[in-house]
């Protein structure tokens, strides 16, 4: 569903069909979605200027236009990138996609199961967990349950991450919408394999225990460290998403 808001081809009738329901329910969503890769593209492009120059993937989803290893490669060539999804179909294009691309693995994996991911091969033998890492969960956390425990998860990844390391994320809320719209929204999900978990800004902190929020703290995703003012029409119509950017701190605080 989200390749065919984003305009992609990789996907099938049932995606095309509930994406298109969800368009008629909610027709900001492609602008949704969009803002969403491009506040993907100033968090990596934050991080690599921060220095970080290792980056975990959280449901990274089918390569499309502006994928972190090519935007942390702009900033750092040096950097290297764990893509992590559980969808088989995601994962075997990502593969396909990026065959010789150097610095970039694909891992499939759950990431409601932290260690799965941490052990596999795609992530240990990429990542250095004694430097800091810029961990992704964008529009991902929505697809984990309450009752996987999605504070849980993220304290296990906050625990095996170096100091100052990054955990950035975004997330739908429902904010702003009629109850139509969220009622109707989330049967429509209910029919997919990922229902949808909305969650408000207000346990954005919550979700992040035990990382740093940096300015500007929890906010509209496209609010996020904006290149350009954001116009109020954009604004309002894709105000159903929040953002949280965190750092690790020292030990010492
Ligand atoms: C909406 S896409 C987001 C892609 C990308 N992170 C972005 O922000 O553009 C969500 C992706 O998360 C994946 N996903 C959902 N639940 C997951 C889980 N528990 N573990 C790993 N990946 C998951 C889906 O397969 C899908 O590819």
Redesign the pocket.
Known sequence: ??DYFLGGTQNFPADRKAAEQQLTLLPATRVG?RE??AF?RRVVRYCAERGIRQFL??????P?AGNVHEVAHQGRPDAVIAY????PV?VAHARRLLHGEERVTVTQ????HPADVLDAPGVTRLLDFDQPIAV?????LH??SDE?DPAGVLAAYQRACAPGSVLAV?HASGAGLSATQVVEGLRIYDQTP?PLSLRPAEQARELLTGWSLIPPGVVPVVEWRPDFDVSEEVRSAVGNGWAAVGVKPSASG
Request: glycine residues 6%; hydrophobic residues 50%.
């Open positions: 569903m989200y979605v969403n890769r993907l993937d959280l449901g990274s989803g089918i499309t992590v999804d559980h969808e995601a994996a759950d990431l409601s992704l969960a964008l529009s991902v697809f984990v996987a975004s990922t």
